[in-house]
């Protein structure tokens, strides 16, 4: 089946050691995106490629860096690690807007991310 | 700027029954989508159901279906014959049409089912 998959699915860091976080798919979906999730809270956007385009939030922290070398490949480096980091972080791909179609975001499964 | 509106943060519902989750959004565009997702505890959050704009028809998927008034901007998700596996976190969203690929949230609605 087509889908997203993230790695790891938990992470523990300690204070300041950078982290890497990995999302795959094989929707062939040409925008990827990164959101972090506190609990109980709706996701909040980091950032969002569409094709190789990088695009940041505003108020995305300069800590949080993203690299998408494929299609199919999308990475989250948070540099050092702070306690109000720790969260769920939730990759998506949808295929583009542009084209029409309603854009429907797909998830993986989320990695969790424990800061120490 | 666009909004969404999820005025209920808690609800509640007994295994079987009906229950409405009620949206509402602000948008000055005429064209655009909204989306239902679902994230049950600790798993994936998933696409319940979704409505395109122009579309006059209301939108349903087995037990669920939307109730939506443009006019009032209101995009409510009815749940029918609910089931234990339907407890969790739903979430609506609004995209804009064209080049906007971003979803605005609304805060979330969290469905308990009482058996």
């Known amino acids: 089946d087509a889908m997203v998959i993230q790695n790891p699915r938990y992470q523990v860091t300690q204070f300041g050691k950078p982290v890497t976080l990995s999302c795959s798919q094989t929707?062939?979906?040409?925008?990827m995106y990164w959101y972090q999730q506190k609990s109980s809270q709706a996701p909040k956007l980091l950032f969002h490629?569409?094709?190789?385009?990088?695009?940041n939030e505003a108020d995305t922290p300069d800590n949080f860096q993203s690299r998408r070398p494929n299609t199919s490949f999308c990475f989250l480096d948070i540099r050092s690690p702070g306690l109000g980091d720790a969260a769920m972080y939730l990759c998506?791909?949808?295929?583009?807007?542009?084209?029409?179609?309603?854009?429907?975001?797909?998830f993986g499964e989320g990695s969790r991310l424990t800061v120490l | 700027a666009q909004t969404v509106t999820q005025s209920q943060p808690e609800m509640s519902v007994q295994e079987a029954e009906t229950v409405t989750l009620s949206c509402t959004y602000d948008t000055s565009e005429s064209d655009y989508y909204l989306f239902w997702y679902k994230q049950p505890p600790s798993r994936q959050m998933i696409l319940v159901i979704r409505?395109?704009?122009?579309k006059q028809q209301n939108a349903t998927e087995n037990r669920f279906s939307v109730n939506f008034q443009k006019a009032a901007k209101s995009f409510s998700l009815k749940i029918s014959d609910s089931q234990l596996g339907d407890a969790a976190m739903y979430f609506c969203?609004?995209?804009?049409?064209?080049?906007?690929?971003?979803?605005?949230w609304g805060l979330g609605t969290s469905l308990a089912v009482n058996p």
């Open positions: 490629y569409y094709d190789k385009d990088f695009n």
């Open positions: 969203a609004y995209r804009g049409a064209g080049n906007n690929r971003k979803l605005i």
């Open positions: 409505q395109e704009a122009y």
């Open positions: 929707l062939n979906h040409n925008v």
């Open positions: 998506a791909t949808s295929s583009s807007g542009t084209s029409g179609g309603a854009g429907e975001l797909f």
